[in-house]
């Protein structure tokens, strides 16, 4: 990664301003009224008529996907200018978590009951909308040196994520780069991390069942012991994959639920178990549905349980381009200064933007959110989570320089 002073990158000159009062304003109140009417994968209907009323004020053409909620906007793509990867893309993804809004004291807080935008989402939109605005100023004033397209992307949160289902209705035709940020409550506002390689990493759901005869818990010798063999899967089946896989690859199963019998004097016939399969490496991310089946059918088998397995495919890996890492962080410093940028390490999260990623080189920086000064740490997905606001500028900002400089290269 290169390590220039602010004053030696190129095109410093042409980069925006530091933006406005008045825009930061309406960008803040818009990311409001999204955090009061939080919508689920597949359901963004408010928030993408939202986005695209604005978009249009500006003079733009957004497009909705064929999928009903999401949509693309190109800005200075004339007709026939989208081929050989002329577009450079910024993502966010515009849905939220079915989990309650816990902040007691907060005058935007959500609105619907078990939905919130507890993973920053809302900030996301805010950041892509607020660069397209300034990127279509300068378009508009002639100082836009290539075409953009923002992609606002549903169902993020819904494995395999809908990135996959945006590719597929053609928002990367056309595109040749792609750069996202994601929030981090660990990072002070007015700061980013960044890391070369792997930054998220593969997570895939996991399903099984178990079934035997049942019985009588006096007379466990002659049936299927059902919740010892539930308890096996759950507490071998990590010792077995540590023996067939590479530990540096970081593969682990973490089960969240376990459902079986009713009465505690009856072995059960029946049980559940479901939980996540997480991967930090892309190669053996390829190979673990079939590792990972054959554990937990040995361990079962072992105990006479009978398995049925349901291994659903999630999403890859980030795995950031350097030359494209080497982008926002130099788009960082022109704009924010060397002190700007941070190290980070790779989070065991998964990101559907690494779908994108399998198609054309990008990058995904983590925004910081974290109040400077502020002790407690509110992690993602939970009901008190909430972002300083500061930051929406430090994305906007992040974006626009990166366009602007990588026009340049």
Not at 52 to 66: H, I, Q
């Amino acid at each position: 990664m290169s390590r220039e002073s602010e004053a030696d990158l190129p095109g410093k000159a042409a980069l925006p301003g530091v933006l406005s009062e008045a825009l930061h304003a309406e960008l803040v109140a818009f990311r409001r009224d999204l955090h009061m009417h939080p919508e689920l994968g597949n359901q963004e209907f408010r928030t993408t008529a939202a986005i695209k009323a604005r978009l249009e004020k500006a003079g733009l053409e957004p497009r909705v996907l064929d999928l009903g909620t999401g949509l693309v906007c190109d800005i200075g793509a004339e007709e026939g200018s989208t081929a050989e990867g002329s577009l450079f893309a910024l993502r966010a993804d515009i849905d939220a978590l079915p989990i309650p809004d816990t902040k007691t004291e907060c005058a935007y807080r959500s609105t619907v009951p078990d939905r919130a935008h507890a993973c920053g989402h809302d900030v996301h939109t805010a950041v892509v909308l607020g660069a397209g605005l300034v990127l279509a100023e300068l378009h508009r004033e002639g100082r836009l040196p290539r075409p953009v397209r923002l992609l606002f992307q549903p169902a993020e949160e819904v494995l395999p994520g809908g990135a996959a289902d945006v590719i597929e209705c053609g928002a990367l035709d056309g595109v040749g780069k792609i750069i996202a940020v994601h929030c981090d409550p660990k990072v002070d506002a007015g700061k980013i991390g960044l890391r070369v390689g792997a930054i998220t990493s593969a997570c895939d759901r996991l399903e099984v069942s178990l079934d035997g005869p049942g019985g009588h818990t006096a007379r466990p010798h002659l049936t299927t012991d059902l919740v010892t063999a539930v308890a096996r899967v759950v507490t071998d089946v990590s010792a077995v994959l540590a023996r067939r896989v590479d530990s540096r690859s970081g593969l682990a199963v973490t089960w969240g639920r376990i459902e079986s019998g009713h009465a505690p004097n009856v072995i059960p016939q029946h049980a559940e178990l479901s939980g996540t399969v997480r991967c930090l490496d892309l190669e053996t991310w390829r190979t673990a549905p079939d590792v990972v089946h054959a554990a937990i059918d040995e361990v079962a088998t072992l105990h006479r349980a009978k398995s049925q397995i349901n291994y659903v495919r999630g999403v890859p890996p980030v795995v950031n381009d350097p030359a494209m890492t080497e982008l926002l962080r130099d788009a960082m410093v022109a704009r924010r200064g060397v002190e700007a940028v941070e190290g980070t390490e790779q989070s065991l999260g998964g990101e559907d933007f690494s779908w994108y990623l399998e198609h054309v080189p990008g990058a995904m920086a983590r925004l910081g959110v974290r109040a400077p000064g502020e002790r407690m740490v509110r992690d993602l997905h939970q009901g008190d989570f909430d972002a300083d606001e500061s930051a929406i500028a430090v994305g906007v900002e992040l974006f626009t320089a990166a366009v602007l400089l990588d026009a340049e290269r």
